[in-house]
């Protein structure tokens, strides 16, 4: 199991365990497997480093793998696997990495080094029913909280006084139950009504933070407790967070946890997507968030197209006419094929009432509008820009304070989108009316 030392260390990035024993596998038919000792280590990039000296090998002075050819895939034949076992006698494996050697005449060996995306290590629990995961983030997050911790302070061994702090947030969503402690970084725990714990759940947790915090989250440590099985992996970090502009679907304020509710409903959406990848929506999530960290044009395009996704993934058939028009189109079009008017007109023609019938995502938007999902003047900030932006105009030639509220606007509209594609019913934060607190309605998207 990891102990406290080890989380500590990789969150100060000083983690290090000597390892007497490694294997390196290659994945090629009939690869050849490295043997011998070294290390493994978290640098100051958060990445984590791995180094071995297979003894006794032949191989040239160097060589690295994973180059391939230039805009090709490279082939799964260039990957190793690793599989070590620590001072401690715990035994860690590693998959899919791309090592490079180089001999070291002094020793007589090769150094086989390299990154190491995910490290993962499994050992026996006493036997039971509990599945749970914590999940370490190593980033500090504000989030409100509705539960005190207490801490004691002592001086030569005896105690001398006591504190309380309001740092944890509890609360159920999708019947499992979560503890979020923002402490010294942000900690998730995680509780599943029964065995086994749903695949991805790590992923599905991570996106709705994400979506509630509007902001990237990567965790770090992972720990699964399932039956009789204890799983810890551990990953690199990412490149450094990047300061993003995109505002919380929610302003969130000290006490108010009604934000819990929106995660629960996105938490509910998302978790019935099977496997780690991340969910479809998610997607959209994570690439406003990650346009927010540029410009306010990028922002703009970002959150319009992405608008569009949204309406073409999820309410495609509000954005394209009815049976009854499309059977009116079809006539207007044998009328015109019939014609005597000149072919190549006559294929003009068809191809414009052929366009009627296709997607229009103006069309979708009419009926959000209508139905209460979202507001006029939202959907008229996504046809001033999403115009603009689509026909490679500058948004400079616009007042800055108009390109601003436009931009808030888009921000609600994209959140509504949402809120009605999850069916969330509740409390949000409109930007594009100084901050103010609304309350969206339940949508039937099948009956509109």
Not at 26 to 50: D, H, M, Q
Not at 359 to 369: D, N
């Amino acid at each position: 199991m990891l102990y406290p030392k080890d989380i500590a260390t990789i969150k100060e990035r000083t983690w290090e365990i000597d390892c007497p024993e490694m294997v390196l596998r290659s994945r090629a038919s009939g690869g050849t497997s490295y043997k011998g000792p070294g290390w493994i280590k978290v640098n100051e990039s958060e990445t984590i480093l791995f180094k071995l000296y297979a003894r006794d090998e032949e191989r040239p002075d160097h060589e690295t793998f994973g180059g391939g050819t230039f805009g090709k895939i490279i082939p799964d034949s260039d990957y190793f696997d690793l599989e070590v076992q620590d001072s401690t006698g715990r035994r860690w494996s590693a998959e899919r990495l791309l090592p490079h050697s180089e001999r070291n005449w002094a020793m007589s060996s090769v150094m086989w080094s390299g990154d190491v995306r995910s490290l993962l290590h499994r050992d026996a629990l006493p036997g039971g029913s509990h599945a749970s995961l914590i999940l370490r983030f190593f980033t500090d997050v504000d989030f409100p909280c509705n539960t005190p911790t207490e801490s004691q302070t002592s001086v030569a061994g005896e105690p001398s006084g006591r504190s309380w702090a309001m740092n944890i947030a509890k609360f159920t969503a999708a019947g499992h139950d979560l503890l979020l402690d923002k402490g010294d970084s942000l900690v998730a725990h995680v509780t599943a009504p029964r065995a086994p714990l749903a695949a991805g759940l790590d992923s599905r947790v991570t996106e709705s933070l994400q979506f509630v915090f509007a902001r990237r989250l990567w965790w770090r440590v992972c720990e699964h407790f399932e039956a009789a099985t204890y799983t810890a992996e551990v990953r690199s970090g990412l490149a450094e967070e990047p300061r993003t502009r995109l505002q919380r679907p929610i302003a969130m304020e000290p006490g108010d946890v009604r934000v819990w509710a929106l995660f629960n409903r996105y938490f509910v959406y998302v978790l019935g997507e099977e496997g780690s990848e991340p969910h479809r929506l998610s997607q959209f999530i994570h690439s406003a968030i990650e346009a927010s960290a540029g410009s306010l044009q990028a922002l703009a395009l970002t959150l319009s197209v992405g608008i569009e996704g949204l309406l073409r993934t999820w309410c495609a058939e509000l954005c394209t006419p009815s049976p009854e028009v499309r059977e009116e189109v079809a006539k207007a079009r044998d009328v015109i094929k019939e014609s005597s008017v000149e072919k190549g007109v006559r294929d003009t023609i068809a191809g414009i009432l052929g366009m009627m019938t296709g997607f229009h995502a103006q069309r979708g938007i009419e009926k959000l509008v209508n139905a209460g999902a979202i507001a006029a003047r939202e959907a008229d900030a996504w046809k001033k820009l999403r115009n603009k932006r689509a026909h490679g105009d500058l948004l400079e030639s616009m007042d800055f304070q108009v390109i601003l509220d436009c931009c808030f606007a888009l921000t609600v509209m994209f959140y509504r989108v949402v809120f009605t594609i999850i069916g969330y019913e509740g409390r949000y934060t409109d930007y594009g009316d100084g901050a103010a607190q609304r309350e969206h309605p339940k949508v039937d998207l099948q009956n509109l």
